[in-house]
């Protein structure tokens, strides 16, 4: 068995839709047919209930610069976890090391 899917797409500036078009998907499904069946390609059809629509809405320079600064920030942040953690990991080898020399261990 076959299955077609139509979505469809708006477009839109404003409340205004520029155009409508149209996505589709096919899949297919095998089944066990009886052996004595003819031959036969079954179709079925469903349109998507809801429509996708896509607006083109353009950001101002002060929005653009407080996106570009939550990323800076954002990355700062997760460079400072990644750096406490290397440098808690660190601490933890040479105590460790000191460790095992102190008992000999290691030579």
């Known amino acids: 068995m076959y299955y077609f899917t139509v979505v469809p797409h708006d477009y839109l500036k404003g409340d205004q839709v520029i155009a409508r078009t149209?996505?589709?998907?096919?899949s297919s499904a095998c089944y066990n047919v009886c052996m004595h069946r003819d031959p036969s390609i079954i179709l079925s059809h469903k349109t998507w209930p809801m429509a996708i629509g896509y607006q083109?809405?353009?950001?101002?320079f002060s929005q653009f610069f407080i996106y570009v600064c939550?990323?800076?920030?954002?990355?700062?942040?997760?460079?400072g976890i990644l750096h406490r953690?290397?440098?808690w990991l660190s601490k933890r080898?040479?105590?460790?090391?000191?460790y095992l020399l102190e008992k000999k261990?290691?030579?």
């Open 85 to 87: 953690i290397l440098q």
């Open 105 to 107: 261990v290691l030579e």
């Open 93 to 98: 080898m040479k105590k460790l090391i000191q």
């Open 22 to 26: 149209y996505q589709y998907s096919v």
């Open 56 to 60: 083109k809405k353009s950001t101002s």
């Open 70 to 79: 939550a990323i800076v920030g954002g990355v700062f942040v997760c460079m």
